[in-house]
């Protein structure tokens, strides 16, 4: 006990050495608070195959879709192709739904709870879409944009040129969530809102519930495939065909990778419910949409609409100011703007990547552990500082050789002079640790505060996190500090007296 | 007939100085119980050399320290500290105080390190601070305190574990003359009145007068005869 006391005492006493040394911890702290706060690990549920995100979503579709309470307000006249299999309003295109919505705040939102949007474009359209946009300079100076037909049959004509394989949505809901508490959120929170949703959507949770409990998968996984239920295909009565959730159809699909919204990242944090709002939108090959089709008795894949990911979402303003005025008579929606009015607060989710093909294709092998560089980067910052310390220590040990010999000539053992230095180390390596953790912890909250950002995120970081860089922090400074503290139980008194 | 508690048979230390030196060569004693025994000598005779071998901060390349049947040689450098903290007390030339701590915490450091709790070991330190009439200056820090101060502080560090022998190196030689007579006495006291074995290196001839032995070496040896008794 002796020893630990005077390992505090030297800590204190030698302020010039020990403040670089929790400095230099403080540093490394700080870089791993600061990985930490923005670590999807910090984050559950995000994992790293499914990380494919489009936060830059621009969907362009022929309707004018809900954007606020109004709209959903059952005595509102809302148009009938707003409804889950309903008729479109005119025959000239074909229904099908880009991603559920979710009624949030008073806001329509991509979610998956609240209905559906509609869209009504036809393939002719779909192409003069992609050709206006990859014809418009304006717009591909701006933002390098890459178009992705949704539902897009395999044997369509691009008008862009472009051959082989291509991706197409098949709705799908975040698995994680499970059928009854689906159907709760149905029947308790939307059901009683009005008229916008019916039996069907309680079908297509059936789908939901397929992934879930058939496979006894937490999330969808690129490789596996699903078995689930597709809606049927009907027809309206003017003739136009749409999805029949009201009758679904037994099916299989290979899963070849997984897209979800930004809204994955406004965590909902709810212990019956550990998920978040989610768009599951599963990728699947140009094949299984030919199977879809069949499936539920397309005569052809429908063509849907078109979603254009941007980029860079800083940009998404502008672009969606370009393409507006480049469509005038289409309804332009971007998604980032509707997760910012879903949040309640006028920001949007941090940035998300463009899903290429080569990330399409590294999906494809199941990882069972999700990789976590983060680790990888908390490791090398306090090898780092730990360094630091040990080399203050060793410094401050060769001045205080003569001390160290005096404690060993009154009776002190080898192992009592390095608990002293042990110590030494390790509360300059707390001390540093506080110091690097809560003032990025404060700054970290001040600014997700400042942004607006939801609340979830904020809590992320809990004290757990400062337990695990306080643990690291240590950890790492007892394994560097041996070094100094062994150099101390090779000195005799007498030349640690001599030499001092 | 009294035997020795403390022998050196045989002990020879050298040091390797850009050529061989030998320190100690070939040195026999015997300390006996109750003995105030001064070594003296010219600088480089190897006095200091032989106490430290003798309280076991030294190993020798060749012979053996023995104490009351413990050989130094069959001890480890953690059953020497063990050995010191019991049984012998160290008295430097520069008090080799700790700086940081008031003298009270440095005369209980050895009974800390001796696993006694942190009360016990200053109500102790008073105690050893009383005696060598330190008392009011207990809170000071070394620097805070003369060089007799600091000596003295330095003898009740050394008598904490009330060890059998005490050992001194030099000690008054950073003293005055005024100084160096206080501390001689102190050390005729403490041999007289605690029964300490005590064990001087001095040039100073002011422990003559206290001591029952004065050993004289020359050259890493003890004058004939002086070794044994």
Redesign the interface.
């Known amino acids: 006990?002796?020893f630990v006391v005077l390992g505090l005492?030297?800590a204190r006493?030698n302020l010039g050495r020990s403040a670089l040394a929790v400095a230099s911890m403080a540093v490394a702290a700080l870089v791993v608070t600061s990985l930490l706060s923005l670590s999807t690990s910090a984050h559950p549920g995000a994992m790293l195959p499914e990380r494919f995100l489009l936060g830059g979503d621009v969907i362009i579709t022929g309707l004018k879709l809900a954007s606020g309470a109004r709209d959903l307000d059952p005595a509102a006249s809302l148009p009938d192709s707003w409804r889950l299999g309903r008729a479109p309003r005119d025959g000239a295109g074909i229904w099908a739904e880009i991603v559920p919505w979710i009624w949030q705040y008073g806001y329509l939102a991509p979610g998956g709870e609240g209905g559906a949007a509609g869209l009504f474009l036809t393939p002719e359209q779909v192409d003069g879409i992609i050709a206006g946009l990859a014809a418009n300079p304006r717009v591909r100076a701006a933002l390098p944009v890459a178009m992705i037909p949704v539902l897009e049959p395999a044997d369509s004509s691009r008008a862009d040129g472009r051959t082989g394989p291509v991706l197409g949505f098949l709705l799908g809901r975040d698995p994680a969530l499970d059928r009854e508490t689906f159907g709760r959120y149905l029947s308790e929170d939307l059901m009683a809102g009005g008229v916008y949703l019916d039996g069907s959507d309680l079908a297509r949770a059936a789908v939901v519930d397929a992934l879930r409990s058939q496979r006894g998968y937490s999330s969808v996984y690129p490789g596996m495939v699903l078995s689930c239920l597709v809606p049927s295909m009907s027809e309206s009565p003017e003739g136009t065909p749409f999805f029949d959730y009201s009758a679904p159809k037994e099916a299989q699909f290979p899963v070849v990778g997984a897209i979800r919204t930004p809204t994955e990242l406004q965590l909902v944090d709810d212990a019956l419910v550990p998920t978040y709002w989610g768009t599951g939108a599963i990728l699947v090959s140009d094949e299984t949409l030919r199977l879809v089709a069949e499936e539920s008795g397309l005569s052809r894949a429908p063509v849907t609409a078109v979603a254009v990911r941007a980029r860079d979402l800083v940009n998404v303003k502008s672009f969606v100011a370009e393409i507006r005025e480049a469509f005038p008579g289409l309804t332009v929606v971007s998604v980032a703007e509707l997760v910012a009015a879903t949040s309640g607060t006028g920001s949007i989710a941090p940035l998300l990547s463009e899903v290429t093909a080569g990330q399409v294709a590294g999906s494809l092998v199941p990882r069972a552990v999700p990789l976590d560089l983060d680790l990888v980067f908390a490791a090398i910052a306090f090898t780092i500082a730990a360094l630091l310390v040990a080399s203050n220590l060793l410094v401050l040990l060769t001045a205080r050789k003569?001390?160290i010999?005096?404690?060993?000539?009154?009776?002190?053992?080898?192992?009592?002079v390095a608990v002293m230095v042990v110590t030494e180390a390790l509360v300059l390596t707390a001390a540093g640790c506080f110091l690097g953790y809560w003032p990025v912890r404060l700054l970290s909250t001040i600014a997700l505060v400042s942004n607006r950002l939801s609340l979830g995120r904020i809590a992320a970081l809990t004290l757990g996190h400062f337990g695990m860089v306080l643990g690291m922090g240590l950890g790492f400074a007892a394994l560097f500090a041996l070094l100094p503290a062994v150099a101390t139980t090779r000195l005799?008194?007498?030349e640690a007296?001599r030499n001092g | 007939m009294v035997s020795p508690n403390l022998r050196a048979v045989n002990l020879t230390k050298t040091y390797h100085v850009n050529e061989l030196v030998w320190a100690v060569r070939n040195l026999y004693l015997d300390i006996f119980p109750g003995d105030f025994a001064v070594v003296t000598g010219p600088s480089g005779s190897g006095k200091s050399t032989l106490l430290?071998l003798l309280?076991g901060?030294?190993?020798p390349i060749y012979g053996e320290v023995v104490l009351e049947g413990s050989r130094y040689s069959r001890l480890d450098?953690?059953g020497l500290?063990?050995l010191?903290?019991?049984r012998i007390g160290?008295v430097?030339q520069f008090f080799?105080?700790?700086?940081?701590?008031s003298a009270l915490d440095n005369v209980a450091?050895?009974l800390?390190?001796?696993g006694q709790p942190?009360h016990q070991a200053r109500s102790k330190a008073s105690e050893l601070l009383a005696l060598v009439d330190l008392s009011p200056r207990r809170r000071h820090l070394p620097s805070q305190l003369s060089g007799g101060e600091q000596q003295r502080v330095a003898i009740a560090?050394?008598l904490?574990?009330d060890p059998d022998f005490l050992m001194a190196d030099e000690p008054t030689g950073n003293l005055d003359s005024v100084r160096t007579k206080e501390i001689a006495e102190l050390f005729a006291r403490l041999n007289r009145e605690m029964h300490k074995t005590v064990i001087v290196v001095s040039h100073s001839t002011e422990f003559h007068p206290y001591s029952n032995r004065v050993l004289t070496m020359v050259d890493g040896r003890l004058a004939d005869g002086e070794g044994r008794s």
């Open positions: 006990m002796a005492v030297n006493r003569r001390e010999g005096v404690l060993r000539a009154i009776g002190a053992r080898a192992a009592d005799t008194c007498t007296l | 430290h309280a901060l030294d190993r450098e953690d500290a063990r010191r903290r019991r160290f430097y080799n105080l700790v700086s940081y701590l450091l050895p800390q390190f001796a942190q560090r050394a904490a574990n």
